[in-house]
C-alpha cells in the first residue's frame, strides 16, 4: 500500500519553485538539443559533435519531443532554399503570422508526410539500427515513456511539467522562431528574406532568437554578431570544445581549419614524404 502510495503521490516533493526549476532544466535541455543537434550540426554541418553526444541529444528529443531527425532536417534545409515563396513550409509571409504563430507544428506535422521533402533535403541524417526501429518507427514511444518517467518522480504535478515539456518546440521553436522571426524584430543583415532577431539576446530559445543572424550565415555555429547579442547555444558548444566533444567548422562565412587534425597529419605523412624524396634521391 505504502509502495502505490508513493508511486501516486511521486518519489520527490518539491516547493512550487523547484517544480518550475526542474521544468525549466528539462526544457532548457531540450533547446539545447534542438539548436546544437539539429541545428547546427545535422542540419547545416557548422559543427562536428563527438558520437556520444550526438546520441544523447538525438535519445533526448525522443523523449521529449517525438521529432524524427531526418524530417526536421529536410524541412529546415528546405526552408532555406525555398524562403518565403509559396514552397516555404512555414512563411508568415506567405501563410500569415498567425497560421504560422499558433499552427507552425501542424504545419511540420503536414510537410513531414512529404516524401519528396525528405528525399531531397533530408540526405546524410542518421540510418543506424536504432534510427529505423525505434527512433523513426516509434516516434512517440518517447514521449509516452517521459510522461511515466515525470508522473513516476513528481507525482500529479510531472503531468503538467510533461504537458510544459511538450508544448516548449511547438510555442518557441515552430511559433515564435518560424513566426515572430519572420515578422518582428530588428536586422543586423539586408537578407533577402524577411527573417529578424526577436531579441539580442538568445537564452530561452538556446540562441536562436539571433533569427536574422542565421539567414545571414546559414552555416555558422555562432548566431552572435554585434558585442551586445548572446547566443547561449555557442557558449555550449564552446564548453562542448573543451572537453573535446565537438569541433567548429564554419563561423560567419569561415572555414574553421581543425590544427588539431592537420598536425596528426603532418607526423604521419612527413616521415613517409621524407623517405620517398631520399629514397627517389638515391635512386
Known amino acids: 500500500m505504502d509502495q502505490l502510495l508513493e508511486f501516486l503521490t511521486g518519489v520527490y516533493h518539491l516547493s512550487w519553485w523547484g ?3 526542474v521544468t525549466f532544466v528539462l526544457t532548457h535541455i531540450t533547446i539545447a538539443s534542438v539548436t546544437i543537434y539539429l541545428h547546427r550540426h545535422q542540419a547545416h554541418r557548422a559543427i562536428e559533435l563527438h558520437p556520444k553526444v550526438s546520441h544523447f541529444f538525438r535519445f533526448w528529443l525522443w523523449l521529449t519531443t517525438g521529432i524524427v531527425t531526418k ?6 534545409r528546405k526552408h532555406h532554399a525555398k524562403v518565403e515563396t509559396v514552397n516555404d513550409p ?12 499558433l499552427s507552425g507544428s501542424e504545419l511540420y506535422r503536414k510537410e513531414a508526410l512529404n ?12 540510418v543506424d539500427w536504432i534510427e529505423r526501429n525505434l527512433y523513426s518507427r516509434h516516434s512517440y514511444l518517447g514521449i509516452g515513456i517521459m510522461l511515466v518517467i515525470d508522473f513516476a518522480l513528481f507525482g500529479p504535478i510531472g503531468i503538467t511539467m510533461w504537458a510544459v515539456q511538450m508544448a516548449w518546440i511547438p510555442v518557441t521553436a515552430a511559433g515564435i522562431i518560424n513566426g515572430v522571426g519572420h515578422y518582428l524584430g530588428y536586422r543586423n543583415s539586408e537578407t533577402k528574406d524577411t527573417s529578424r532577431n526577436v531579441l539580442p539576446w538568445g537564452f530561452f530559445i538556446g540562441g536562436e532568437e539571433l533569427h536574422n543572424n542565421h539567414h545571414r550565415f546559414w552555416n555558422s555555429a555562432k548566431l552572435s554578431i554585434r558585442r551586445y547579442e548572446f547566443d547561449v547555444g555557442w557558449l555550449y558548444i564552446r564548453i562542448l570544445e573543451i572537453f573535446a566533444l565537438a569541433r567548429v567548422k564554419y563561423l560567419h562565412g569561415r572555414k574553421i581549419v581543425d590544427w588539431v587534425r592537420v ?4 607526423y604521419l605523412y612527413f616521415p613517409i614524404i621524407v623517405k ?8
Do not use: C, D, M
Not at 516524401?115 to 542518421?126: Q, S
Not at 620517398?276 to 635512386?283: D, E, I, K, L, N
Open 19 to 21: 517544480y518550475v526549476a
Open 71 to 76: 524530417e526536421w532536417v529536410a524541412i529546415h
Open 115 to 126: 516524401t519528396t521533402t525528405l528525399e531531397n533535403y533530408g540526405e546524410n541524417t542518421p
Open 263 to 266: 598536425k596528426k597529419l603532418r
Open 90 to 101: 512555414h512563411s508568415p509571409q506567405v501563410l500569415g503570422f498567425w497560421k504560422v504563430f
Open 276 to 283: 620517398y624524396q631520399f629514397g627517389v634521391g638515391g635512386s
